[in-house]
């Protein structure tokens, strides 16, 4: 069975650092591009970030470009969010995504299969 | 970016109602247009995918359909387990933006 379980929010001032975690099962990691998409206490779904099944290609929203990076790790199936300069509006409840290709921008491009999220409060 | 407006923002239906959900791209997007469902306090989950793929396990009441800027989500007859929130998405260049997604409410 498919898993994603995503790991590593919690409580953070405003400026700092937080690393999120997903662990994933039950498929190829190595062969998927993976995506953090997050939602807003209340708001609609926004997308954070994603990267090819490689690690080498990373995409990210304006939003978060150059205070977020997104990596993974193939031989431990694990894909990384790392959020520095923490604000305000970054809280939400990231979710790490499965996508359907190894390449991120691939025509016929979705997210298949969403974990669980993680909660992310930034206040001081 | 590609802009994604959906349209209602909200719709109170009954069961067994016939249902349609609009969602406008900015620009053309040809078939790259996804749907999903977010039941409260759950994961969003896919529903249609390019636009009329049906993803495995879904239901046949649930079809997608258009092309190019304008898109609908049709459901044939409300279920009790339909009433949630719908997204539509568009991947067709980063960032892969969504609507605002539309809160289909019991009536």
């Known amino acids: 069975e498919m898993q994603l379980l995503a790991s590593g929010g919690g409580l953070e001032q405003p400026g700092g650092s937080l690393r999120l975690s997903c662990a994933a099962s039950g498929f190829t990691f190595r062969n998927y591009a993976m995506n953090w998409v997050r939602q807003a206490p209340g708001k609609g779904l926004e997308w954070v970030s994603g990267?090819?099944?490689?690690?080498?290609?990373?995409y990210y929203a304006d939003s978060v470009k150059g205070r977020f990076t997104i990596s993974r790790d193939n031989s431990k199936n694990t894909l990384f969010l790392q959020m520095n300069s923490l604000r305000d509006d970054d809280t939400a409840v990231y979710y790490c995504a499965k996508g359907n290709a190894y390449y991120y921008e691939n025509s016929g491009y979705y997210l298949d299969y969403w974990g669980q999220g993680t909660l992310v409060t930034v206040s001081s | 970016d590609i802009q994604m407006t959906q349209s209602p923002s909200s719709l109170s239906a009954s069961v067994g109602d016939r249902v349609t959900i609009s969602c406008r791209a900015s620009?053309?997007?040809?078939?790259?247009l996804n749907w999903y469902q977010q039941r409260p306090g759950q994961t969003p989950k896919l529903l249609i995918y390019?636009?009329?793929g049906f993803q495995s396990g879904v239901p046949s009441r649930f079809s997608g359909s258009g092309s190019g800027t304008d898109f609908n989500l049709t459901i044939s007859s409300l279920q009790p387990e339909d009433f949630a929130t719908y997204y539509c998405q568009q991947s067709l260049t980063t960032p892969y933006t969504f609507g605002q997604g539309t809160k289909l409410e019991i009536k």
């Open positions: 620009q053309s997007i040809r078939d790259n």
């Open positions: 990267l090819s099944g490689s690690g080498v290609s990373t």
């Open positions: 390019m636009a009329f």
